[in-house]
T-cell receptor, first 114, second 113 residues
Framework: DAGITQSPRHKVTETGTPVTLRCHQT?????MYWYRQDPGHGLRLIHY???????DKGEVSDGYSVSRSKTEDFLLTLESATSSQTSVYFCAISDPGLKTDTQYFGPGTRLTVL | QKEVEQNSGPLSVPEGAIASLNCTYS??????FFWYRQYSGKSPELIMF????GDKEDGRFTAQLNKASQYVSLLIRDSQPSDSATYLC?????????????FGRGTSLIVHP
């Protein structure tokens, strides 16, 4: 299994509070991604990173920010959480320089915003 | 606007049958295509990737790609109850110079004994 961890695995918070989710990899992969998964919507890309300090927006980036100061860590921040951000969040990694650019997923973080 | 389309299902097949899962995509420039399996409460895991037109076989799984028709499919032979899961199609679409994976909504497969 690819070495990807996410923390926390579960979190319950209140509307208006800031939340930071962490993704950590030990594979030295260049690309990292944050997705959210909701019933009926599948996996939707929030932000991705193609290198240290290099990030770009995905399909559903409003209300989210990211940072990547080291190859191994990619942080997702909800500056002021809303109930619509209740979801399961997955981090993924890939490296287009390898033979395949397959994505490997972390175990997920279940976030509930009350 | 979703650019990778899958039938959400559920697709129900008897044990031992062939399950056929389909996916269409809108970007003719796409070069990389993936099928992931996701069990309930778990993260997606890769089943197969395919880059070239035609068929690619791996055990009981066959991926089929037709770039002219912008269509990729996954066949599961001798389906087992353990194959019951959601199957996600992913296509790498060009975005700002990078190829970024875009997922379909997934097809739920139920294999009944």
């Amino acid at each position: 299994d690819a070495g990807i961890t996410q923390s926390p695995r579960h979190k319950v918070t209140e509307t208006g509070t800031p939340v930071t989710l962490r993704c950590h990899q030990t594979e030295n992969h260049r690309y990292m991604y944050w997705y959210r998964q909701d019933p009926g919507h599948g996996l939707r890309l929030i932000h991705y990173s193609y290198g240290v300090k290099d990030t770009d927006k995905g399909e559903v980036s409003d209300g989210y920010s990211v940072s990547r100061s080291k190859t191994e860590d990619f942080l997702l921040t909800l500056e002021s959480a809303t109930s619509s951000q209740t979801s399961v969040y997955f981090c993924a990694i890939s490296d287009p320089g390898l033979k395949t650019d397959t994505q490997y997923f972390g175990p997920g973080t279940r976030l509930t915003v009350l | 606007q979703k650019e990778v389309e899958q039938n959400s299902g559920p697709l129900s097949v008897p044990e031992g049958a062939i399950a056929s899962l389909n996916c269409t995509y809108s970007d003719r420039g796409s070069q990389s295509f993936f099928w992931y399996r996701q069990y309930s409460g778990k993260s997606p895991e890769l089943i197969m990737f395919i880059y070239s037109n035609g068929d690619k076989e791996d055990g009981r799984f066959t991926a089929q790609l037709n770039k002219a028709s912008q269509y990729v499919s996954l066949l599961i032979r001798d389906s087992q109850p353990s194959d019951s899961a959601t199957y996600l199609c992913a296509v790498n679409l060009e975005s700002g110079g990078s190829y970024i994976p875009t997922f379909g909504r997934g097809t739920s497969l139920i294999v009944h004994p």
